[in-house]
């Protein structure tokens, strides 16, 4: 019994180190969290402003805006952008976003798949993995597979410059963003949003002509310097979305993780005291038998 | 008159001020007190502004924070890539990108 009892507490202190590591990696997924939801907010005054400023172009326009960036085409070469993060160890997070972007290859995107037009755009190394070993019918573009390491709007903007190029030379027709939107630490959703070509922008009922406003250059020039950057700071917000909830995702992972070293503690402990009082009745026994022969003798 | 700046990223200045200049796209200006509504594209150039006195925040780029000031008639200069400005009811919005070496002034 002994053997079994130095097993038994040998179990204890492993769990007990695994717990101590997903307790920590916990905590620091809660401050990152924290720092993540920060960049989201910070961001949204721009974004609104940015809003604001098209509204009030399109209530001063005659008829309706036209950019290059509405421009539905023949869908012939498309691009899916896949956001996930770097590291795992954040539950079914990276999996789900995968299995987002599967879904519009194997429905929106199947023909431009199977003519091999199709480019996966793979933000986040956990994304390249999953699909540089599945996909090999596919164009997989890593060349920004790092950018979770300098999340700034330069940065950013670079990539969704880059796209929004692409789709400008007709290199792209369609470009579909596969991500994970952030509702609040303990729900993500992971979707597949289509980012170019944009929904035709249309005048809202109630936007009112606020003022007689001057146009510098000109309302139709202004529009398409307006939309590229309306269009990258979406393309911001799904990357701060997704690094939100990749840490949402962590830290809900590593409180369930930490549960269960507990759970699992309190089992071990149970069958530790029983081996032990076994020990010790066993002990007790052979004294007490060993007392009995003496007595008898 | 009241003037916000934004960045995609934070917040930059806020607060009461005397003037601002501006490199729009079609040339710069300077946009003074009862400005007619105006919205324009901004280039790669200096934006000023000149303080007035009922308190600004600013970001502090030395320390990286957020801070506050009173005074007034303090110029203050940073380079911007590219952005927008809004102007309507002396509420001027200043939206730009690519901030390179903070505020100095």
Known sequence: ?297 | MNITVLTPEKEIFSGNINSVKVPGSQGAFQVLKNHAPIVSSLDEGKVSIVTAGGGYRYFDVESGAIKESNEAGRTLVFAIQGGFIEVLNDEVSLLVTGIENGLDG
């Open chain 1, 1 to 297: 019994m002994a053997a079994n009892l130095k097993e038994v507490r040998e179990r204890i202190r492993s769990v007990q180190n695994t717990q101590q590591i997903t307790k920590a990696m916990k905590m620091v997924s809660a401050a990152k969290l924290r720092r993540a939801q920060d960049a989201i907010l910070s961001m949204r005054p721009y974004a609104e402003k940015l809003n604001g400023m098209l509204r009030n172009i399109l209530s001063n326009l005659e008829g309706d805006a036209e950019t290059v960036f509405g421009q539905e085409r023949e869908l012939k070469n498309a691009c899916l952008v896949v956001m996930t993060s770097d590291r795992g160890l954040c539950g079914a997070f990276n999996t789900n976003v995968c299995k987002a972007a599967v879904r519009t290859i194997e429905t929106k995107f199947a023909d431009v798949y199977a003519d091999g037009n199709l480019t996966i755009l793979c933000i986040g190394k956990r994304g390249y993995d999953y699909f540089r070993k599945r996909y090999t019918g596919a164009r997989i573009d890593n060349s920004h597979v790092n950018l979770f390491h300098g999340l700034s709007y330069e940065n950013i903007a670079k990539v969704a410059g880059s796209l929004l190029d692409a789709f400008e030379k007709q290199e792209f027709d369609a470009v579909d963003i596969a991500y994970g939107k952030f509702k609040n630490a303990a729900t993500q959703y992971t979707i597949t949003e289509q980012f170019l070509p944009v929904a035709k922008i249309e005048r809202e009922e109630g936007d009112a002509m606020l003022a007689d406003y001057i146009f510098e250059p000109g309302k139709v020039e202004l529009l398409q310097y307006l939309v590229p950057t309306i269009l990258k700071t979406q393309f911001q917000k799904c990357l701060l979305d997704t690094h939100a909830s990749e840490h949402g995702a962590r830290m809900t992972a590593m409180d369930k993780a930490t549960e269960n070293a507990n759970e699992l503690l309190r089992e071990l402990r149970i069958s530790y005291n029983k081996a032990r009082q076994e020990a010790i009745t066993n002990e007790i026994l052979e004294i007490v038998g060993g007392a009995a022969a003496l007595e008898q003798g």
